[in-house]
């Protein structure tokens, strides 16, 4: 029999402090779950099970698991410089190359890259970028930076200020930079507004705040093109192009969070131009940069923007010894050059739809309120009544439970209060998205005969 290393790993898990975790529920060892080993669509647990990474890791591992070409490219560069800094005057072949690749595949208006190592530390780079901008322009008091309700930009202090409130319970935060507009969340929207009077409702909540705090004290409008932590929100039709419309007339500079999007989770390199049709004047991005194989993000600036900054007389002050480290740009370029060379792109626009429809046919089932999302980000939403939308009470925990059930069946997805998030690799064959829908639909089903029993629905 195979030895089962699970007790050993926990004992000494019992020493790391994990991300967003109840802490408490933790101290039972059988709360956690151990993952060893992983390869294309798949991951294994320690004695070897195997799931279907509904989650593609956080995100991130936007082409499967285990590919050489990305492990080889970073060992063979750690041979070659493990690592310097691109500090001062200094730079490295990879750290050019991925600048120059990146800002290619960009939006036309932007040719400039600072690389980091989040997506939160790309946030905050952004906004920092923006109000040293302002500042060299003598605008000194546009400070103020619009997020919205259900926003997810990270867990560094000013990233978490930019996040929606209810990610901050107990923390303290950078309150007073921020001001927080209304979710875009078409399912809860008010029951008598239509999908175009809740998006005019958006543009003129949007307007009236900019009116009242005063043009003069906002710097930038962050945005995920499609919400992903705060529940895989698709805004209403036309809703970021008026946003971007807005921003313009009141000179606030837009920010569009790619930390999830690019790369080809919705089809495209950036998707903020080619599915939404805008020209943001930042673009961050991490997570499908490098797949996940070595931690790197980026800030891409406007040309307008690095005109400002790159004026003669003040220095660019914000550094990060591992920026472009070249085991991260080796990464990052072998994985596009996979992406590139494997047409995936294509390939997720041939078989993104496909998921989706797979997703959508589990909204015949009687707790499915609502499947959205696009291409190989989806979220299901749970509730106990169809007809009101009513909410589950949280402690009955229905994204918990309809995600261990998937566990059971084979399948790793995310859950998400009310509900479970899909984000898996981009490599799924038709096979595995039919694979994926069977084991949701009977894990849901299980978790619907329960509640029935319990006499919930
Ligand atoms: C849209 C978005 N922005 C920023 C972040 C923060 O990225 P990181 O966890 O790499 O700091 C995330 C992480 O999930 C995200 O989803």
Request: charged share 20%.
């Amino acid at each position: 029999m195979k030895n089962d290393p699970t007790d050993d790993i926990l004992e000494k898990d019992k020493h790391l402090i994990h991300s967003f975790a109840d802490l408490d529920s933790l101290k039972d060892p059988a709360s956690r779950t151990v993952i060893a080993e992983a390869n294309g669509a798949y991951v294994y647990n320690a004695v070897g099970d195997r799931f279907i990474d509904g989650m593609a890791g956080l995100w991130c591992v936007n082409v499967g698991h285990g590919r050489k070409e990305i492990i080889d490219a970073i060992s063979q560069q750690l041979s070659t410089l493990d690592y310097f800094s691109t500090f001062y005057n200094l730079t490295h072949p990879l750290a050019a190359e991925l600048a120059s690749k990146i800002t290619s595949l960009a939006p036309a208006h932007i040719n400039h890259v600072y690389f980091s190592n989040s997506g939160s530390v790309a946030n905050d780079t952004a906004v920092r970028i923006l109000h040293h901008y302002y500042n060299r322009l003598g605008q000194n008091q546009k400070k103020l930076i619009l997020s919205r309700i259900g926003a997810y930009h990270g867990s560094t202090h000013l990233a978490i200020a930019m996040t929606t409130p209810g990610y901050r319970k107990g923390w303290d935060s950078a309150d007073d930079l921020v001001r927080f507009l209304s979710s875009p969340q078409p399912y809860r929207r008010p029951d008598n507004m239509s999908s175009e009077e809740f998006c005019d409702f958006l543009i003129d909540e949007l307007v009236r705040d900019i009116e009242k705090i005063g043009a003069e004290r906002i710097a930038c409008f962050i945005a995920e093109p499609i919400m992903g932590a705060g529940g895989v929100i698709v805004p209403p039709e036309g809703y970021h192009q008026r946003v971007e419309q807005v921003c313009r007339q009141y000179e606030i500079k837009t920010i569009s969070d790619e930390v999830v999007t690019a790369f080809g989770r919705l089809g495209h390199m950036f998707a903020s131009e080619a599915v939404f049709g805008l020209t943001p004047d930042v673009i961050t991005t991490a997570k499908g940069l490098s797949s996940g194989y070595q931690p790197i993000a980026a800030t891409l600036v406007s040309d307008e923007i690095h005109e400002v900054i790159s004026k003669e007389g003040e220095q660019f002050m914000h550094g990060m010894t591992y920026s472009g480290h070249p085991a991260c740009c080796a990464a990052a370029l072998a994985n596009i050059e996979l992406m590139e060379s494997e047409s995936l792109l294509q390939q997720v626009q041939h078989n993104g739809p496909k998921f989706m429809q797979t997703m959508q046919s589990l909204s015949a089932l009687n707790i499915v309120g609502d499947v959205r999302g696009s291409h190989f980000m989806v979220g299901i939403e749970f509730v106990q009544n169809l007809d009101t939308k009513q909410a589950f009470d949280e402690d009955v925990k229905i994204g918990m439970r309809v995600s261990l059930k998937a566990q059971e069946r084979g399948l790793m997805i995310r859950p998400l209060g009310h509900m479970i998030v899909l984000s898996p690799p981009l490599i799924l064959t038709l096979e595995q998205i039919t694979e994926i829908g069977d084991v949701l639909k009977q894990s849901i089903e299980a978790v619907q005969a329960e509640l029935v029993t319990e006499g919930l629905v």
